[in-house]
C-alpha cells in the first residue's frame, strides 16, 4: 500500500495563479483532511471531508477550495495564490471507527512570489 | 476552547540520556492521543496512539502516558541516539470532535 501520497511535492506561484494540490489514499477511508504547516503556528486544518461528495470547512479555509468526486481523492484548489499562502500543505485520512488513527501524507511545499 | 500545548519548544540532550516531552490539553474528554515524529522537510510519522480508555503505549524505547484528570500526555524517550533528533508533535482528538488539534511540538536534538 502507498499509503496517502501528495502531487506535486514542491511548487512555485506568481501571485494570482491558480493551482490544485491532489491527494490519493488506497486505505479507503472515509475522512480526508487539508492541513497547512507555518513555523510558529502548528498544523492548522483547511478544510476536511467525512465522506466522497462532501466537504466542510476548518480553521483556515479562506482563499482555499476542496473537491472530493472520488473517496481516495481530496483535492485543493488555490484560486488566486496570495504571499499568505506560502506553506507546507499536507494531506491526511483516517476511518472513523474504533482506533480512528491518523496517516499524513509527505506534504507540498507551496511557495507565492 | 480546546488547546494542546507542548512545552519545551526545543530540548537538547547529550546522547544516552532518558527524556520526557511533555503535552498538556484542554477539557478532558478527548477520543484518543496521537504523538507523531517530524524530520526537518518530511511529513508525519505516527508513533503512539492512546485511546481514552488506556493510561500508555509503548513502542521500543518510546513510552507515552496518558492523563485525563490533570490534561496530561507524556512522551518518554529511553537511552536517546542522534537519531532521534527531531520534532515531535502531540494531537488530541475530542469526544464527538471529526478533528485533531496539534500542538507546536517540541523540538529535539540529541547530540552526539
Known amino acids: 500500500n502507498a499509503g496517502v501520497t501528495q502531487t506535486p511535492k514542491f511548487r512555485v506561484l506568481k501571485t494570482g495563479q491558480s493551482m490544485t494540490l491532489l491527494c490519493a489514499q488506497d486505505?479507503?477511508?472515509?475522512?480526508m483532511y487539508w492541513y497547512r504547516q507555518d513555523p510558529g503556528m502548528g498544523l492548522r486544518l483547511i478544510h476536511y471531508s467525512v465522506g466522497e461528495g462532501t466537504t466542510a470547512k476548518g480553521e483556515v479555509p479562506d482563499g482555499y477550495n476542496v473537491s472530493r468526486l472520488k473517496k481516495q481523492n481530496f483535492l485543493l484548489g488555490l484560486e488566486s495564490a496570495a504571499p499568505s499562502q506560502t506553506s507546507v500543505y499536507f494531506c491526511?485520512?483516517?476511518?472513523?471507527?474504533?482506533?480512528?488513527?491518523?496517516?499524513f501524507g509527505p506534504g507540498t511545499r507551496l511557495t507565492v512570489l | 476552547k480546546q488547546e494542546v500545548t507542548q512545552i519545551p519548544a526545543a530540548l537538547s540532550v547529550p546522547e544516552g540520556e532518558n527524556l520526557v516531552l511533555n503535552c498538556s490539553f484542554t477539557?478532558?474528554?478527548?477520543?484518543?492521543l496521537q504523538w507523531f515524529r517530524q524530520d526537518p522537510g518530511k511529513g508525519l510519522t505516527s508513533l503512539l496512539l492512546?485511546?481514552?480508555?488506556?493510561r500508555e503505549q509503548t513502542s521500543g524505547r518510546l513510552n507515552a502516558s496518558l492523563d485525563k484528570s490533570s490534561g496530561r500526555s507524556t512522551l518518554y524517550i529511553a537511552a536517546s541516539q542522534p537519531g532521534d533528533s527531531a520534532t515531535y508533535l502531540c494531537?488530541?482528538?475530542?469526544?464527538?470532535?471529526?478533528?485533531?488539534?496539534f500542538g507546536t511540538g517540541t523540538r529535539l536534538l540529541v547530540s552526539p
Open positions: 486505505m479507503n477511508h472515509e475522512y
Open positions: 491526511a485520512s483516517s476511518r472513523p471507527r474504533g482506533v480512528w488513527e491518523q496517516f
Open positions: 494531537a488530541v482528538r475530542w469526544t464527538g470532535f471529526q478533528k485533531l488539534v
Open positions: 492512546i485511546q481514552s480508555s488506556q
Open positions: 477539557d478532558s474528554a478527548i477520543y484518543n
